[in-house]
């Protein structure tokens, strides 16, 4: 997965440089390539940042003892 957006990174850093001025370059990396790729890191690390949820709330319900009524 990262070998890819590494790929599509270095594509639009390529495209950018291709522009006309250094601000429609900026303007064209951020769009085109930082931006897709951080929602889609973003959206493909959700299921491990449910799993290490789920994780840390099983290890505190073990910590905390329950109380004897």
């Given at each position: 997965m990262y070998i890819i957006a590494i790929g599509w990174l270095y594509v639009t850093l390529l495209i950018a440089a291709n522009e006309r001025s250094v601000f429609l370059g900026i303007i064209s990396f951020v769009f085109y390539g930082l931006l897709p790729c951080g929602i889609l890191l973003?959206?493909?690390?959700?299921?491990?940042?449910?799993?290490?949820?789920?994780?840390?709330?099983?290890?505190?319900?073990?910590?905390?003892?329950?109380?004897?009524?």
């Open positions: 973003w959206m493909s690390a959700s299921k491990v940042r449910r799993q290490r949820r789920a994780y840390r709330e099983m290890l505190a319900q073990k910590e905390t003892p329950e109380k004897p009524e």
